[in-house]
């Protein structure tokens, strides 16, 4: 049998009652049984200060260390002022410097968002793939997971309640893990 995908899964968002948080949760209990998801916390990445960039925090170090040894990555963030959230850009910052040490190239990434709004974090989504460009990332285009009205969809408990979410992540998890094997099988 083949080696289950390693996927590694970051939130943009630090609130205990995130919804993005939520999209993980689900995440990794649909995730297909060839595959598994670790997911890393982000809380407590100071600030990027590029003095520091080459003796970067522990942390950081943990972090760009996980994105290594993953075979793929999945994000879940909210969207902030029509964009991407400082928590989670500040992250990536870290992680693709200094020059020539960025942690991203080549991996393969699948992206979900949740927002209160109608949109879903639509845009935030679309500023994330930009800075995918320079990383040097594979990011699945579809299916696009984007949940809107998020307080409708998830209960107490910090559960996905939409049915059409939660099959929707099942489909992005099983195209990811098709993705990176396809990735991984391509002649170099
Ligand atoms: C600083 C800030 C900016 C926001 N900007 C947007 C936005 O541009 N678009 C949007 O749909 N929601 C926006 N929201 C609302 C978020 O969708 C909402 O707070 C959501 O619950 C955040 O995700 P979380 O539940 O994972 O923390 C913003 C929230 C904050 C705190």
């Known amino acids: 049998m083949e080696q289950p995908v390693k996927i590694l899964g970051f939130v943009g968002s630090l609130r205990k009652g995130s919804y993005n ?18 997911v890393f916390d982000l809380e407590g990445i100071p ?7 080459n ?15 993953a075979d793929a990555l999945l994000i879940a963030s909210p969207e902030y002022n029509y964009s991407v959230p400082g928590v989670l850009k500040n992250a990536i910052d870290w992680a693709s410097r200094p020059y020539g040490d960025n942690a991203f190239e080549g991996k393969p990434a699948a992206i979900m968002s949740a927002s209160i709004g109608s949109l879903g974090g639509a845009r935030a989504q679309y500023h ?42 099942r489909e992005l998890l099983e195209a990811l893990v098709h993705w990176t094997r396809k990735l991984k099988d391509k002649p170099q």
């Open 55 to 69: 003796q970067p925090p522990q942390i950081v170090r943990d972090f760009k260390a996980k994105i290594r040894s």
């Open 128 to 169: 994330l793939r930009q800075s995918f460009v320079f990383l040097d990332m594979y990011p699945l285009n579809r299916p696009e997971v984007m949940m809107s009205f998020a307080e409708d969809n998830v209960d107490a408990e910090g559960n996905v309640t939409n049915e059409q979410t939660k099959q929707l992540i």
């Open 21 to 38: 948080k939520a999209l993980m949760r689900a995440a990794v209990e649909l995730v297909p049984e060839d595959a598994k998801i670790e």
């Open 47 to 53: 600030l990027l200060n590029q003095d520091l960039e």
